[in-house]
């Protein structure tokens, strides 16, 4: 499956997008993780779908027994590499995360800042192969953009666009959630409601949760076999 993150936003490109001057993205970025490291306790093996060069890995290291992350891009799997080089508990690993197969072998897996979107395919598809890697009784956390946070995120895209990283802003079809680029580049969100929609159809006990006012979060368990 072809992803803009593969082909043209990957490695150091991806490091400069996160390395943004504005204040307010910056909170939100640290305000997922923050989210999720409070549910480590550090004995979990954690699974992440698109982990890009491991950023989100590395932060969350410290909280966990094991990380490892996949991404699609092998340039940002291997600038990955050289990223966790002082992170022994992490390996990263270039994947389809729509053609992986593991199965109860994480206690957590995570995918963070809107990779439901970023990561292209059926969401649907993407969060029941997350929740086949888990363990009975492991979480899983997606995250999407909160519509509270549009603003902040336009100013973000807009700030990635000047730096080159992006093409050039449709501000015609940018506009209900879904920031399109000339180049190509579209990113869309889940509403509340979509995000409900999906934990529903997983049969899995889910809740969603906004954070920060920047994020929803969808957390689904997998349930423990009822004789355990």
Request: aromatic share 10%; net charge negative; with cysteine.
């Given at each position: 499956?072809?992803?803009?993150?593969?082909e043209?936003?990957?490695?150091?490109?991806?490091?400069?997008?996160?390395?943004?001057?504005?204040?307010?993205?910056?909170?939100?970025?640290?305000?997922?993780?923050?989210?999720?490291?409070?549910?480590?306790?550090?004995?979990?093996?954690?699974?992440?779908?698109?982990?890009?060069?491991?950023?989100?890995?590395?932060?969350?290291?410290?909280?966990?027994?094991?990380?490892?992350?996949?991404?699609?891009?092998?340039?940002?799997?291997?600038?990955?590499?050289?990223?966790?080089?002082?992170?022994?508990?992490?390996?990263?690993?270039?994947?389809?995360?729509?053609?992986?197969?593991?199965?109860?072998?994480?206690?957590?897996?995570?995918?963070?800042?809107?990779?439901l979107?970023a990561?292209?395919?059926?969401?649907?598809?993407?969060?029941?192969?997350?929740?086949?890697?888990?363990?009975?009784?492991?979480?899983?956390f997606?995250?999407?953009?909160?519509?509270?946070?549009?603003?902040?995120?336009?100013?973000?895209?807009?700030?990635?666009?000047?730096?080159?990283?992006?093409?050039?802003?449709?501000?015609?079809?940018?506009?209900?959630?879904?920031?399109?680029?000339?180049?190509?580049?579209?990113?869309?969100?889940f509403?509340?409601?979509d995000l409900?929609?999906?934990?529903?159809?997983?049969?899995?006990?889910?809740?969603?949760?906004?954070?920060?006012?920047?994020?929803?979060?969808?957390?689904?368990?997998?349930?423990?076999p009822?004789?355990?």
């Amino acid at each position: 499956m072809t992803s803009y993150y593969a082909e043209k936003l990957s490695a150091m490109k991806l490091f400069r997008v996160y390395d943004t001057g504005i204040e307010r993205v910056r909170q939100y970025l640290e305000a997922e993780i923050d989210f999720v490291s409070r549910h480590l306790h550090g004995t979990e093996k954690v699974l992440e779908l698109g982990a890009g060069y491991g950023r989100i890995m590395k932060k969350i290291a410290p909280n966990a027994l094991s990380v490892l992350g996949i991404d699609i891009s092998e340039e940002s799997v291997a600038y990955g590499k050289s990223f966790l080089a002082d992170s022994p508990n992490c390996r990263i690993t270039a994947m389809d995360a729509y053609r992986m197969d593991y199965e109860g072998e994480f206690d957590v897996v995570i995918c963070l800042q809107n990779g439901l979107s970023a990561i292209k395919g059926d969401a649907q598809d993407l969060v029941g192969k997350g929740i086949r890697a888990l363990v009975p009784g492991g979480t899983a956390f997606f995250s999407t953009y909160s519509a509270r946070f549009w603003e902040h995120r336009l100013e973000w895209f807009k700030e990635q666009s000047e730096k080159g990283l992006l093409g050039e802003i449709d501000w015609d079809r940018t506009k209900d959630g879904v920031i399109a680029c000339r180049d190509g580049f579209l990113a869309t969100t889940f509403s509340r409601e979509d995000l409900a929609g999906i934990g529903e159809k997983t049969g899995c006990p889910y809740r969603i949760e906004e954070v920060d006012e920047s994020s929803l979060f969808l957390v689904l368990e997998k349930p423990k076999p009822w004789n355990a």
